[in-house]
Nanobody
Framework: VQLQASGGGLVQEGGSLRLSCVASGRTFSTYSVGWFRQAPGKEREFISAISWSGRFTYYVDSVKGRFTIFRDDSKNTVYLQMSRLKPEDTAVYYC??????????????????WGQGTQVTVSS
């Protein structure tokens, strides 16, 4: 599977954005997908994931209650709806797929198939 993230942009504090992670490949629905972000000078952060079934989700504490991950397998897409954005959310956002089908994991090292990033900038 190959992934492509999009939907980033410039938004004011308190605003919203929806990121999309579009996958190619017929078996997309069998992979769990995660979202990561990397701010300048900081390490990459694993912020959210959704299981291949859509039944399970994961959020890092800093985005809980503000971000929602969901998937539409008919469109081969996983979304990250981001609300009440803060300047500290500014980063390049990446999506990645698990390297095994039908597995749910919150171990970030198991998400190994990466798309290119999309820049999110939140102004104060």
């Amino acid at each position: 599977v190959q992934l492509q993230a999009s939907g980033g942009g410039l938004v004011q504090e308190g605003g919203s954005l929806r990121l999309s992670c579009v996958a190619s490949g017929r078996t997309f629905s069998t992979y769990s997908v995660g979202w990561f972000r990397q701010a300048p000078g900081k390490e990459r952060e694993f912020i959210s994931a959704i299981s291949w079934s859509g039944r399970f989700t994961y959020y890092v504490d800093s985005v809980k209650g503000r971000f929602t991950i969901f998937r539409d397998d008919s469109k081969n897409t996983v979304y990250l709806q981001m609300s009440r954005l803060k300047p500290e959310d500014t980063a390049v956002y990446y999506c990645a797929a698990d390297d095994q089908t039908h597995r749910w994991s919150v171990r970030e090292y198991e998400y190994v198939t990466w798309g290119q990033g999309t820049q999110v900038t939140v102004s104060s």
